[in-house]
C-alpha cells in the first residue's frame, strides 16, 4: 500500500469549512479559565491552559489510554506483532522534551472485550483512572451527572497554541476537528465530553479466488448480494461474517428508511442528528418501529442471515467486535467480510494470504417488490457508514490531582496537525479527525466522503446517543427475531415500547419538547 512520507509541518489536505458548534459561545471561554485557575494555582498555569502554551518550569504527572495508538511492546514485525508501532510514544517524548518537568505514561489496561465497560467503572470509582482515557462517546451518557468526565467546550472554545496562526484551531481550538462528524459525538446535555481523534468507515471485502470458484461476481444489488451468499453456501463455504455483527444493519436500515431525512431535520451541529432529535421524532409519532419501513427493514435483514457465520450470535450487541470473522476471513475460509478499512493495511501486510482479495460498495436495495427488494426503497446507494473512532475523554483524575492544565494542553499537543499526522498514519488504519493531516492515497477519496458529508451521524437511524443499555435491549429483540424466536409483530411492538421509554426518560431529563 502506498503511504505519503508524514509531514512534520502543517500542509492542507482539506478546505471544508468549519461551523462553530452554538454551544461554543465566548462566555464558555471565561468559565472555562475560571474553572482552570480555581483548580490550579499559578496564574501562569491557568492562561496557559486557556489557550497558551505551559511554563517551561510546570511540574506534572499524567497517564493516557491511547487505545490503537499504545505503543508496542517491539518494534519488530512478526506473526503476532504485524503492525508494530510507537509514534505517540515518540510524540510523548517530543512533549516531555520542551516541559522536562512533564511525565506522561502510557496505560495498558487488560480486560475481555465485554468487560471493558466495567474496568473503565472500577477505574472512575476507584478514583485511580487515567487523566486522558480514551472512551466512546455513547459509552458516556449513562454517567452524566455522575462528575467522572470534563465537559470539554469551554476549553475547546478557546486557541489551540501549538497550530501556526492563520490555520484552523489556532483561534478555536474545535475548528481543527471536521465539524459534523465531531458535532455528532455531543451527548444528550448538548456538551462533547469525548473528543474525537480519528475516524473510520466500513467496507466489504470479498474472497476473489472463492467467488471465481462458485461462479459469483461482485453484487451491486441486494438481490444478487443474497445469491452470491447462497452460491458460496452451496459450494460449501461461510458466506458472510462482520467485524461488528450489528454493522450491515445500518446499510439495509438507511436505504429503505431515507425518506425519513426529508421529514426530520438535523439540529446538530455541521448536519448531525442528536438524540434530542430522535427522541422528539418517536414521540411527536414521526418515526420509530412501528413504522412499515422499520418492519420491511427488520424483513431484508432477515433474508441474509442464514448465510452468516454461525457463531455471529456470540458477539452481537451495539459496540461488540467479532474478532474470528477477520480472522477466518484472513485464512481464507469467509467469502464475504463487513469490516473497518483498517483491513486494507492488514491484509496488505499479510505475505501468506492465500486467496485473492477485493471491496465492493454496499449493494444497493432497489426499489419494488421482488425477492430482496424493498418498495420503500429510492435506488440510491447505501450512504457511507463511519464515524469516530479513537476519542480521548478527561476523567476527573485530572481534577483530584489538580493537574487538568497539563492534561489539557497535551491533548492539544498531540492533535494538532503535526502530530495527530505521525500518531494516525503510523498506525495506516484511520483517518485523522483533525484537518490539514495528510492522508494515505488509497483512502483519500473515503476520506473525503466522510469530511463532506456527515457520516453516521447523519443518518436518522439507530442512534448510539441513547442509553447504551436501551441499545443493547433493542438489539436482543431484533436478533430474537431474525433467528426465528420472535414474531414481526410482536417485535415491532417491543422494540416500539423500548424507544418510547427511553425517549420519555430522556425527554424528562433533559427538558426536551
Request: hydrophobic share 40%; no cysteine; charged share 15%.
Amino acid at each position: 500500500m502506498e503511504t505519503e512520507k508524514t509531514p512534520e509541518t502543517v500542509g492542507s489536505t482539506f478546505d471544508t469549512k468549519i461551523t462553530r458548534g452554538t454551544a461554543l459561545k465566548t462566555a464558555a471561554v471565561a468559565a472555562g479559565a475560571a474553572a482552570l485557575a480555581r483548580i490550579q494555582v499559578g496564574p501562569e498555569v491557568a492562561e496557559a491552559a486557556a489557550g497558551g502554551r505551559l511554563p517551561k518550569n510546570v511540574r506534572a504527572t499524567i497517564s493516557i489510554f491511547g487505545d490503537d495508538y499504545n505503543p508496542t511492546a517491539s518494534m519488530v514485525k512478526t506473526p503476532n506483532n504485524p503492525l508494530p508501532i510507537h509514534n505517540l510514544q515518540v510524540v510523548i517524548d517530543q512533549y516531555q522534551r520542551l516541559y522536562p518537568g512533564v511525565k506522561v505514561n502510557v496505560v495498558t489496561p487488560h480486560y475481555a472485550n465485554d468487560d471493558r465497560r466495567t474496568w473503565e467503572i472500577t477505574q472512575l470509582v476507584g478514583d485511580v483512572a487515567p487523566e486522558i482515557l480514551q472512551t466512546p462517546a455513547q459509552a458516556i451518557v449513562p454517567d452524566i451527572g455522575k462528575g467522572w468526565w470534563l465537559n470539554l467546550d469551554p476549553y475547546l472554545a478557546q486557541p489551540n497554541p501549538y497550530i501556526p496562526a492563520g490555520h484552523p484551531g489556532s483561534v478555536h481550538w474545535i475548528d481543527e476537528f471536521y465539524p459534523a462528524l465531531t458535532q455528532a459525538q455531543r451527548a444528550p446535555d448538548g456538551h462533547l465530553y469525548a473528543l474525537p481523534y480519528d475516524f473510520g468507515t466500513d467496507l466489504v471485502f470479498y474472497n476473489k479466488t472463492m467467488f471465481k470458484q462458485v461462479g459469483a461476481t461482485p453484487p451491486t444489488t441486494y438481490t444478487e448480494l443474497l445469491a452470491a451468499m447462497a452460491k458460496l453456501q452451496k459450494a460449501g463455504h461461510v458466506a458472510f461474517g462482520a467485524r461488528v455483527p450489528a454493522d450491515p444493519w445500518w446499510e439495509v436500515g438507511s436505504m429503505v428508511m431515507r425518506r425519513y431525512q426529508n421529514i426530520i431535520k438535523p439540529s446538530g451541529g455541521g448536519g448531525s442528528y442528536t438524540a434530542k432529535d430522535v427522541a422528539l421524532a418517536i414521540l411527536h409519532g414521526q418515526w420509530g418501529a412501528n413504522t412499515p419501513e422499520y418492519a420491511n427493514f427488520l424483513q431484508l435483514l432477515k433474508l441474509q442471515i442464514p448465510y452468516w457465520k454461525k457463531d455471529w450470535l456470540v458477539n452481537i450487541g451495539p459496540n461488540i467486535n467479532d474478532p474470528t470473522a477477520e480472522n477466518e476471513f484472513q485464512q481464507g475460509r469467509i467469502g464475504i467480510l463487513q469490516s473497518g478499512f483498517y483491513m486494507i493495511s492488514t491484509l496488505d501486510s499479510d505475505g501468506q494470504l492465500p486467496f485473492e482479495w477485493g471491496t465492493f460498495p454496499y449493494p444497493i436495495v432497489t426499489h419494488g417488490t421482488g425477492f430482496g427488494q424493498s418498495p420503500y426503497a429510492d435506488g440510491r446507494p447505501a450512504p457511507i457508514i463511519g464515524g469516530a473512532d479513537v476519542m480521548y475523554a478527561v476523567t476527573k483524575t485530572a481534577t483530584e490531582r489538580k493537574n487538568l492544565p497539563v492534561v489539557i494542553d497535551f491533548l492539544r499537543y498531540i492533535s494538532a496537525p503535526a502530530q495527530a499526522s505521525r500518531i494516525v498514519n503510523e498506525l495506516g488504519q484511520k483517518l485523522p479527525m483533525e484537518r490539514e493531516v495528510a492522508v494515505n492515497a488509497n483512502l483519500r477519496s473515503i476520506a473525503s466522503q466522510l469530511t463532506h458529508t456527515m457520516g453516521s451521524g447523519g443518518i436518522f437511524f439507530w442512534q448510539y446517543d441513547f442509553a447504551p443499555e436501551s441499545l443493547q435491549k433493542v438489539y436482543t429483540l431484533t436478533t430474537s427475531y431474525l433467528i426465528g424466536q420472535a414474531s414481526l409483530n410482536s417485535t415491532v411492538a417491543a422494540i416500539q415500547q423500548e424507544y418510547m421509554r427511553q425517549s420519555k426518560d430522556s425527554a424528562a431529563k433533559y427538558g426536551w419538547k
